[in-house]
């Protein structure tokens, strides 16, 4: 069933990266409305709410996830019957997969403006909107070499070579360790975000700030490359974004674990890098200084204060 399929292929990360995650449980949802059999309309409802919190808890932290999910979800909210509930959610599925896939577009012609000619640009881990700045750049001539990280434990560094040497980009493959060593050699950092917060902070793989950290101290810019549906609404009341841990095994086999009973993995998958250490965030509605996140989540989210309300069970005195 392509609902169970796809929440265990995001579990497993065989589907993964915050854009990717997004557009397959939206596609999972749409598939899954199809084949609903419900007796009323509410009934119908009710299925698909239990099928998007299902998606919604496969991996905690890219928040492009819930917010994908929420875009969908909305256009279950005005009654009408079962055919056209579900008429209106596969529209609002399509037009989220389709701005989805051209926000990465729209950030990559925006994004390669700020790599010049002669550029050597340093991405950790495997973002297509990082890519997609880096190979736009590529495209319009700009001779570009690019470094990047091997990304321990997932090696996402692996994908993003790949598609680097396909668009034929000249590329060095470092260890993470390995960052400090050549951030001197390194005129830009360009990576993606799972979560960008209202104060401008971004939530990306593991490592990202401590690259972050390196590139502050040699005055190396660092540019983010994040759709508007991966800022964060609900950090805006403080709420925190949730850095997923995932199993010590991905680090260390079971048969080697069992040897060392003093031993504790430790495998978080995320790190938040300050807004101090960013200097643009580049989204598909144009590249704001971190300060400004909060002017994308109200003006471009689509969240207005009543989802507020709704989400939060906040009611303001106007209302009462
Ligand atoms: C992926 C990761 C990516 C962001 C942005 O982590 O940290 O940098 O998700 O990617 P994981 P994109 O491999 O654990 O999912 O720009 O493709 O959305």
Same mark, same amino acid.
């Given at each position: 069933?392509v609902?169970?399929?796809?929440?265990?292929?995001?579990?497993?990360?065989?589907?993964?990266g915050?854009?990717?995650?997004?557009?397959?449980?939206?596609?999972?949802l749409?598939?899954?409305?199809?084949?609903?059999?419900?007796?009323?309309?509410?009934?119908f409802?009710?299925?698909?709410?239990?099928?998007?919190?299902?998606? #919604?808890?496969?991996?905690?932290?890219?928040? #492009?996830?819930?917010?994908?999910?929420?875009?969908?979800?909305?256009?279950?909210?005005?009654?009408?019957?079962?055919?056209?509930?579900r008429?209106?959610?596969?529209?609002?599925?399509?037009?989220?997969?389709?701005?989805?896939e051209?926000?990465?577009?729209?950030?990559? @012609?925006?994004? @390669?403006?700020?790599i010049?000619d002669?550029?050597?640009?340093?991405?950790h881990?495997?973002?297509?909107?990082?890519?997609?700045?880096?190979i736009?750049?590529?495209?319009?001539?700009?001779?570009?070499?690019?470094?990047?990280?091997?990304?321990?434990?997932?090696n996402?560094?692996?994908?993003?070579?790949?598609?680097?040497d396909?668009?034929?980009?000249?590329?060095?493959?470092?260890?993470?360790?390995a960052?400090?060593?050549?951030?001197?050699?390194?005129?830009?950092?360009?990576?993606?975000?799972?979560?960008?917060?209202?104060?401008?902070?971004?939530?990306?793989?593991?490592?990202?700030s401590?690259?972050?950290?390196a590139?502050?101290? #040699?005055?190396?810019?660092?540019?983010?490359?994040?759709?508007?549906?991966?800022?964060?609404?609900?950090?805006?009341?403080?709420?925190?974004?949730?850095?997923?841990?995932? =199993?010590?095994?991905?680090?260390?086999?079971?048969e080697?674990a069992?040897?060392?009973?003093?031993?504790?993995?430790?495998? =978080?998958?995320?790190?938040?890098?300050?807004p101090?250490?960013i200097?643009?965030?580049?989204t598909?509605?144009?590249?704001?200084?971190?300060q400004m996140?909060?002017?994308?989540?109200?003006?471009?989210?689509?969240?207005?204060?009543?989802?507020?309300?709704?989400?939060?069970?906040?009611? @303001?005195?106007?209302?009462?």
């Open positions: 069933m609902l169970t399929d796809t929440v265990e292929k995001i579990k497993r990360m065989e589907i993964r915050a854009g990717r995650i997004a557009r397959a449980a939206v596609m999972a749409r598939d899954h409305a199809e084949i609903v059999r419900a007796e009323d309309p509410d009934r409802v009710a299925v698909m709410q239990e099928a998007a919190a299902m998606l #919604s808890a496969t991996r905690p932290t890219a928040v #492009s996830l819930p917010n994908g999910i929420h875009l969908a979800m909305r256009s279950l909210e005005e009654t009408g019957g079962i055919e056209e509930l008429s209106r959610f596969r529209s609002a599925c399509n037009e989220f997969i389709a701005s989805s051209k926000a990465v577009g729209r950030i990559g @012609s925006i994004g @390669s403006r700020h010049r002669g550029d050597t640009v340093l991405t881990c495997n973002s297509e909107a990082a890519l997609a700045c880096i736009d750049a590529h495209r319009n001539n700009k001779d570009i070499m690019v470094y990047a990280t091997e990304v321990r434990p997932g996402q560094g692996l994908l993003t070579i790949r598609s680097l396909r668009a034929g980009i000249r590329t060095r493959f470092i260890v993470d360790s960052v400090r060593f050549f951030i001197n050699d390194i005129d830009l950092v360009v990576v993606g975000a799972d979560a960008v917060t209202v104060n401008g902070a971004v939530v990306n793989k593991i490592g990202t401590q690259i972050a950290l590139a502050h101290e #040699s005055r190396t810019p660092l540019m983010v490359a994040a759709e508007t549906y991966k800022f964060a609404p609900r950090t805006i009341f403080g709420e925190l974004i949730t850095l997923e841990e995932r =199993p010590g095994t991905e680090l260390l086999p079971e080697v069992r040897q060392l009973p003093n031993v504790t993995v430790k495998n =978080p998958v995320f790190d938040v890098t300050p101090e250490y200097d643009l965030i580049v598909e509605q144009g590249a704001i200084p971190p996140a909060y002017s994308i989540i109200r003006d471009y989210l689509g969240w207005g204060m009543e989802e507020f309300h709704k989400e939060f069970g906040i009611h @303001s005195t106007e209302q009462e």
